[in-house]
Nanobody, 122 residues
């Protein structure tokens, strides 16, 4: 019913930058929050950054001042600009969105993308 497709991952040297993008499509009436989580090998999936429909961002402490989340409500997209990357940022990054479906209930449900690998070399 809802598909989230990420792009922009890859390999970068420490200190470099990457920009991740995610596009949501499907039977979407409205999206409340969009954002990004990440999961490193052997670790749990953790919050990176989210942004509400009104544009209020929320960042993990570890990325504050280095990452910027933005979204385009008209296009149902969310981006993550990542600067000053370090090896600890290496992980699979997952796009997420809380979505109300067309013709569905009044409740919002979370959806996830397949993930995109980000690798930062030292």
């Amino acid at each position: 019913q809802v598909q989230l497709v990420e792009s922009g991952g890859g390999l970068v040297q420490a200190g470099g930058s990457l920009r991740l993008s995610c596009a949501a499509s499907g039977n979407i009436f409205s999206i409340h929050t969009m954002g990004w989580y990440r999961q490193a090998p052997g670790k749990q999936r953790d919050l990176v950054a989210t942004i509400t429909r009104g544009g209020t961002p929320n960042y993990a402490d570890s990325v504050k001042g280095r990452f910027t989340v933005s979204r385009d409500n008209a296009k149902n997209t969310v981006d993550l600009q990542m600067n000053s990357l370090n090896p600890e940022d290496t992980a699979v990054y997952y796009c997420t969105a809380t979505v109300r479906l067309v013709g569905g209930s009044f409740y919002y449900s979370p959806y996830w993308g397949q993930g995109t690998q980000v690798t930062v070399s030292s």
